[in-house]
Nanobody, 115 residues
Framework: QVQLMESGGGLVQPGESLRLSCAASGIIFSNSAMGWYRQAPGKQRELVATITSGGRLNYADSVKGRFTISRDNAANTVYLQMNSLKPEDTAVYYC?????????WGQGTQVTVSA
């Protein structure tokens, strides 16, 4: 059974940092592309960042220079370091795992940025 378990969300003030983690089980993690997506209230889910099995990175323009995605294949975990957080980063953050033809999603973790 595939499980993607996000953690690390919370309430922070603008300018602060958070580190999200997504622990995976039931998949061949090292062969999987991993991604972080987010969904704000009333909006569609959007890409935040992805990392391929080979380490190639991709970021949404809105987070470039502030967020960093990384992976630890030994720990079957993908991370999202979020710095200089803004109120518009408030959303539920989801991780996913893709290994053709399968795509799996976690349950999400809430990130709220507010003064």
């Amino acid at each position: 059974q595939v499980q993607l378990m996000e953690s690390g969300g919370g309430l922070v003030q603008p300018g602060e940092s958070l580190r999200l983690s997504c622990a995976a089980s039931g998949i061949i993690f090292s062969n999987s592309a991993m991604g972080w997506y987010r969904q704000a209230p009333g909006k569609q889910r959007e890409l935040v960042a992805t990392i391929t099995s080979g380490g190639r990175l991709n970021y949404a323009d809105s987070v470039k220079g502030r967020f960093t995605i990384s992976r630890d294949n030994a720990a079957n975990t993908v991370y999202l370091q979020m710095n200089s957080l803004k109120p518009e980063d408030t959303a539920v953050y989801y991780c996913n795992a893709y290994l053709d033809p399968f795509l799996h999603w976690g349950q999400g973790t809430q990130v709220t940025v507010s003064a």
